[in-house]
């Protein structure tokens, strides 16, 4: 069973470790949003590539969801000290991992090789793949300060900002690299992983020839809303800024026609007029991905539903 997962940050990495503890390191893809991707210090930073990656490793800071576990951050103190910016924590380990991205990066290679040899060396089997090897940069739309670049807006000013909308800098020009577009093609099914639809999913959705692709395939997606609430992060305040209630049919309605199915959280009420009004599958299971134990369960169960309702 050939599975591509599109993932973003702290959620999508959680269940992209499920699939990869269920799924056969030949079987799962993971194509990760490169729209947080932003230049601190001179450095190339690629934050969820990095989550997804130190997540699939074992190596990630469990509490905080991104960054390394162990973490010291000696650096950024002495940064601080000779008043560069700190509002960006990056940990020494981590130093590391930017420093040697941006070297490969200058000397010519793409974000796609580099990260391949990444996971070779933090002994990732799985292939994670760069949504595209082009620029592509999110920027949010805020009230107060206009466009604003996503890591300004989700880490220097903790999402606190009232949203507008999004803008994808660089999106027309930008495609999906010819691993994605091979992962996506070969697959059996693709899966949506619990990440920000806005933030982290839609720029890989607005990809050139993206949806086209996935027009053909069954497309699963994992709420990343319970009980209308997010894990963590800003979801269910950007909905309600966009004047959206949040909950599992803001999902459904923001994926639209290139879903098939759901799943979302059994606590969540779910007017079930939706199944009948579209033909979406809506799956009530738990949907909370604590530890290990829960992303397996969930993933194991995803792969079931697939495996009986793959289309031919
Ligand atoms: N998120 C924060 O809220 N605060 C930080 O200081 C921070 C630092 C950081 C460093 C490296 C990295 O790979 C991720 C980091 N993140 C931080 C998370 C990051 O901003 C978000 O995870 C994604 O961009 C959104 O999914």
Redesign the pocket.
Known sequence: MKIAALA???GGAKLAQGLAKVLGSDELSIIV?TG?DFEHLGLY????I??VCYTLADKANVS????LKDETYKALEKIGQLNGPT?????DS?LATHLMRTQKMKSGETLTHVTRDFCELWGIKNRVLPMSDDPVRTFVDTKEKGLLP??EY??KH?FELCIRGFYFKGIDSASPTKEVIDAIKTSDAVIICP??PF??IDPILSLRGIKDILKGKNVIAVSPLIGGKAIK?PLAKMFREMNIEPSVRAITDHYGEILDCLFFDQIDQVDMALEEHSCIILRATNILLPDIESRIRLAAEIVEFLKATNKD
Do not use: E, M, Y
Request: proline share 3%; no cysteine.
């Open positions: 973003g940050g702290v949003n947080d930073i690629s934050p969820d990095d989550t905080l969801g991104w960054g509002w960006f924590k990056i940990g981590d996503f890591q989700f880490v903790q990440s920000n933030v982290s992060g």
